[in-house]
């Protein structure tokens, strides 16, 4: 991935302490946002936004990488979501995806209130209910935050960015917001990927980073495969294909199948004379953290490729295929 800052290798290797590994942008917070302005993450509903989103920033508290960028900080900076839904929705979603460094005291989670009827609190106000003052703020839908609602009208999204922009360099306070975008049908494309956020195009000018999400094309829809783009500001678009991992995170395309190539590693330790039970092959499972149904299930494909043999039940061995 291009960078838009020089120095990477060597800057890299500095911060954290290990091999460079991410793009160093040390200007940029996570090392792909830029600061005091709006960032966006544009997907359709349903198409994973968050499980995409969420397990990077877990990534982030780890090791200090954010979609292959990192800023190269040995504290990370503060966080929050500002949402109009269930805050539970978040903590049930984070603990289902097993994102065991995310919690209350670094990714508080606040949900906007009604003051008047039909009218959201504003977010600015929201802000100010945030406990640690928040340097990121990661904002869930920010189409409905529009206090006219008319999200394709010019003239309403450009009011409403600038005093969104003011009140962010003010604060400075970066934001991460999700939009919607338009679902591209199998064969369609838009020839610019900020070209199928819903409404007017004024919210997709003037931004920072551009990450959207989409089914890569000539996939059906019921695929598990995500079409990712990445555009950082003023630099080249970046595509690369993700999907859903054994707990439902989306995670590179490759990722996925290293935990199978793990699997195979411990089944091929194994002689083929030598009997083993399930409850052995689910222990590996526990060491990769491979769910116990996704467990099962590649015994069941293990048997029909005829590297397993299934001597009894709970009971198997390995054949000369694996």
């Known amino acids: 991935?291009?960078?838009?800052?020089?120095?990477?290798?060597?800057?890299?290797?500095?911060?954290?302490?290990?091999?460079?590994?991410?793009?160093?942008r040390p200007k940029h917070l996570l090392g792909l946002l830029s600061p005091a302005r709006l960032n966006l993450l544009a997907g359709a509903s349903g198409l994973g936004k968050w499980p995409l989103l969420l397990p990077q920033l877990n990534q982030y508290f780890a090791d200090r990488r954010f979609f292959s960028y990192t800023d190269g900080r040995h504290e990370p900076p503060r966080m929050g979501i500002l949402t109009q839904d269930n805050p539970q929705?978040?903590?049930?979603?984070?603990?289902?995806?097993?994102?065991?460094?995310?919690?209350?005291?670094?990714?508080?989670?606040?949900?906007?209130?009604?003051?008047?009827?039909?009218?959201?609190?504003?977010?600015?106000?929201?802000?100010a209910r945030f406990p640690n003052a928040p340097q990121i703020l990661?904002?869930?839908?920010?189409?409905?935050?529009?206090?006219?609602?008319?999200?394709?009208?010019?003239?309403?999204?450009?009011?409403?960015r600038q005093r969104l922009q003011s009140w962010a360099t003010a604060r400075n306070v970066t934001i991460l917001a999700t939009v919607t975008k338009a679902k591209s049908k199998v064969g369609q494309g838009y020839e610019r990927a900020r070209d199928g956020v819903l409404g007017s195009v004024k919210w997709v000018t003037e931004i920072g980073a551009f990450i959207?999400?989409?089914?890569?094309?000539?996939?059906?829809?019921?695929?598990?495969?995500r079409r990712v783009l990445i555009s950082p500001q003023q630099s080249s678009l970046i595509e690369s294909e993700w999907e859903f991992d054994p707990h439902g995170r989306l995670v590179p395309s490759e990722a996925v199948y290293l935990w199978q190539e793990r699997m195979k590693k411990h089944l091929q330790a194994k002689t083929p004379s030598e009997p083993f039970r399930t409850a052995?092959?689910?222990?590996?499972?526990?060491?990769?953290?491979?769910?116990?149904?996704?467990?099962?299930?590649?015994?069941?494909?293990?048997?029909?490729?005829g590297e397993l043999i299934r001597i009894r039940k709970g009971m198997y061995k390995r054949t000369h295929l694996c």
């Open 1 to 24: 991935m291009p960078s838009d800052d020089s120095g990477s290798a060597a800057a890299t290797s500095l911060a954290l302490d290990q091999p460079a590994l991410a793009n160093y």
């Open 89 to 127: 929705r978040f903590v049930d979603l984070i603990r289902d995806l097993k994102l065991d460094l995310l919690h209350p005291q670094n990714l508080p989670i606040l949900q906007a209130a009604y003051p008047d009827e039909g009218i959201v609190e504003p977010i600015e106000s929201c802000y």
């Open 138 to 160: 990661i904002i869930h839908s920010l189409h409905s935050f529009m206090p006219s609602g008319e999200v394709s009208r010019f003239s309403d999204v450009r009011a409403f």
């Open 212 to 225: 959207a999400i989409d089914y890569p094309q000539g996939h059906p829809e019921t695929t598990s495969h």
């Open 280 to 305: 052995e092959i689910l222990s590996w499972a526990e060491q990769e953290m491979v769910p116990v149904p996704t467990a099962k299930l590649w015994i069941a494909d293990r048997v029909a490729e």
